[in-house]
């Protein structure tokens, strides 16, 4: 396929797992469109994630945190700007499907596609879109965002492109933190209290480990969080403070990644690292089962169209359990 002159948007702006999922349909585009030119229109806060990507021309910052936290119409009005004046693109994909994503995608030059009426939460965001794509939003997430972008560009759905991708981001250097032999991340934080893994269970679970088990952080809470596991579980660490580039290479020379339903997490299938995802208002279609990406889910049951963010069930999920799968993939 001659795509010397195509040119791609993709509208995907939050959050940091949804953009990690999503990225896997940077390899597929390319395996059909090798010459094409893809851009990401992303919020600010997660452009670093994708800056320098081999496989993207461009990574646009798109400021809606900033604008809605400043309420400045100065900011507003120069975004608006700034997203019109771009070139004209021959496909926009909004990999989202939300209004706010709806209408940036709007805003930019060029044809849009994006979910219709009946896949996505907030149904007016389908009235900006040009033509769409009925995947039912109950799909697991990184086929749903792989359809809607392979459907817009006329490409073949193909689960291999899913199972066997390279590494989604650019591996560096092992980093000088990690000790010799085999090293455990543990991610202990995520967006929502009822989402996060007990405390005291991490502490138990890295005391059953066999290696050293790094705490991965990114609020103070979660900090002091990690310092408390750290006094009770002797061969837990707590990582250091890193950027979005760090942390995808740090978990990308880890040999397991234990944690919540959250985006560091989820760098664990797309570095192709061993993972184990724990679940508790959410469920398994928020990751991509592989030989050596497993989820683990509390007993609750999970209506996905109106998640239950007072589901603390997922205390009630075994640490010995998590053990058991951890010695599992270690082997």
């Not at 993709?10 to 390899?27: F, W």
């Not at 073949?156 to 981001?169: R, S, V």
């Given at each position: 396929?001659?795509?010397?002159?195509?040119?791609?948007?993709?509208?995907?702006?939050?959050?940091?797992?949804?953009?990690?999922?999503?990225?896997?349909?940077?390899?597929?585009?390319?395996?059909h469109?090798?010459?094409?030119?893809?851009d990401?229109?992303?919020?600010?806060?997660?452009?670093?994630?994708?800056?320098?990507?081999?496989?993207?021309?461009?990574v646009?910052?798109?400021p809606?945190?900033?604008?809605?936290?400043?309420?400045?119409?100065?900011?507003l009005?120069?975004?608006?700007?700034?997203?019109?004046?771009?070139?004209?693109?021959d496909?926009?994909?909004?990999?989202?499907g939300?209004?706010?994503?709806?209408?940036?995608?709007?805003?930019?030059?060029?044809?849009?596609?994006?979910?219709?009426r009946?896949?996505?939460?907030?149904k007016?965001?389908?009235?900006?879109?040009?033509?769409t794509?009925?995947?039912?939003?109950?799909?697991?997430?990184?086929?749903r965002?792989?359809?809607?972008?392979?459907?817009?560009?006329?490409?073949?759905?193909?689960?291999?492109?899913?199972?066997?991708?390279?590494?989604?981001?650019?591996?560096?250097?092992?980093?000088?933190?990690?000790?010799?032999?085999?090293n455990?991340?543990?991610?202990?934080?995520?967006?929502?209290?009822?989402?996060?893994?007990?405390?005291?269970?991490?502490?138990?679970?890295?005391?059953q480990?066999?290696?050293?088990?790094?705490?991965?952080?990114?609020?103070?809470?979660?900090?002091?969080?990690?310092?408390?596991?750290?006094e009770?579980?002797?061969?837990?660490?707590?990582?250091?403070k890193?950027s979005l580039?760090?942390?995808?290479?740090?978990?990308?020379?880890?040999?397991?990644?234990?944690?919540?339903?959250?985006g560091?997490?989820?760098?664990g299938?797309?570095?192709?690292?061993?993972?184990?995802?724990?679940?508790?208002?959410?469920?398994?279609?928020?990751?991509?089962?592989?030989p050596?990406?497993s989820?683990?889910?509390?007993?609750?049951?999970?209506?996905?169209?109106?998640?239950?963010?007072?589901?603390?069930?997922?205390?009630?999920i075994?640490?010995?359990?998590?053990?058991?799968?951890?010695?599992?993939?270690?082997?």
């Amino acid at each position: 396929m001659n795509s010397a002159k195509t040119r791609i948007a993709i509208v995907r702006l939050s959050a940091l797992g949804d953009i990690v999922n999503t990225a896997v349909a940077l390899q597929i585009i390319h395996k059909h469109y090798p010459n094409a030119r893809i851009d990401w229109y992303v919020e600010e806060a997660f452009a670093p994630i994708l800056e320098g990507h081999p496989l993207l021309h461009e990574v646009i910052r798109v400021p809606i945190k900033r604008i809605k936290k400043t309420k400045s119409f100065q900011l507003l009005r120069e975004s608006i700007r700034h997203l019109r004046s771009r070139e004209c693109y021959d496909h926009i994909i909004d990999a989202q499907g939300l209004l706010k994503s709806a209408i940036v995608a709007s805003l930019i030059r060029g044809k849009v596609h994006g979910f219709d009426r009946n896949s996505i939460r907030e149904k007016l965001a389908a009235s900006f879109y040009d033509t769409t794509s009925d995947v039912p939003y109950e799909t697991n997430v990184i086929k749903r965002n792989v359809m809607v972008i392979t459907e817009a560009l006329h490409i073949p759905y193909d689960e291999q492109d899913i199972l066997h991708k390279a590494p989604l981001f650019p591996q560096q250097e092992r980093p000088s933190v990690l000790k010799e032999g085999k090293n455990i991340a543990c991610v202990i934080g995520a967006s929502w209290p009822s989402k996060c893994y007990p405390k005291e269970h991490f502490a138990t679970l890295c005391s059953q480990l066999p290696y050293p088990c790094y705490l991965i952080w990114g609020s103070d809470a979660e900090k002091l969080d990690a310092q408390w596991i750290c006094e009770h579980a002797s061969n837990a660490i707590i990582a250091p403070k890193m950027s979005l580039r760090e942390l995808v290479n740090f978990i990308s020379h880890c040999d397991l990644i234990i944690g919540n339903d959250t985006g560091p997490t989820h760098m664990g299938w797309a570095m192709n690292r061993p993972s184990i995802t724990l679940f508790g208002p959410t469920n398994e279609r928020m990751i991509y089962p592989t030989p050596i990406n497993s989820a683990i889910k509390s007993p609750s049951e999970v209506n996905i169209l109106k998640i239950n963010r007072h589901d603390f069930s997922i205390r009630e999920i075994d640490p010995d359990s998590v053990f058991q799968k951890a010695k599992e993939l270690l082997a």
